[in-house]
């Protein structure tokens, strides 16, 4: 379970961002809007530190794309522990290798919502992220449609925001805000 010990998962774009969260106690972390250089350097931090789990935004990376390929190199020498994207063909090759998928749905409103379902049931991940995160009735909708666990990405920036979406029932939460990266956040054990 990589998103279920969190509170908030942090989402940074480099190594320096990537020890910071580490150091509030976040044991899984986002890699996301980064380089490949960057991911050479967290793959390096994470090697050195056992139980640290490295989840790879496959869409948001400089220099990968998001085929079937792509997951294939990745699994063969980065191992991340979670690949998200909005591929449901990237989905599908992550599951086989044996990489935890996350499929991000971008649901705003009916017809993303009914498209972002055909997507699901195609690619049938173990994680849906639904963006952006800060619309209740989504997470809701998505978790009672498709009874996968539901993490709420995207503009979730303030302790209200988190609030909402764990009320809405998101299983998990990641966030690019640094705010939501201190201990009483990344921790279930400190969840009010």
Partial sequence: MLFENQRVTPSVSGAGEFM???LEGAEAIVLAQSSMEELVKVHKICRRRPGMKLLLHLDSMKGLSKTPEAVSFLAG?????????????????????????VLRC???DEESIDSSLKLIERA?????????????????????????PVLAG???RTDADVCRAEKAGATGIT?????????????RAKRS
């Fill in 124 to 148: 049938n991940p173990d994680y849906v992220q639904v963006v952006p995160g800060v619309i209740p009735v989504t997470i809701r909708l998505m978790r009672a449609k498709t009874g996968l």
């Fill in 154 to 156: 995207g503009l979730v």
């Fill in 175 to 187: 966030s690019s805000c640094p705010d939501l990266w201190q201990a009483a956040y990344v921790s």
């Fill in 20 to 22: 910071k969260a580490a």
């Fill in 77 to 101: 020498y980065i191992k991340p522990d979670a690949l998200i994207t909005s591929s449901p063909q990237a989905a599908v090759e992550a599951r086989r290798h044996g990489i935890t998928s």
């Fill in 106 to 108: 971008f649901a705003f």
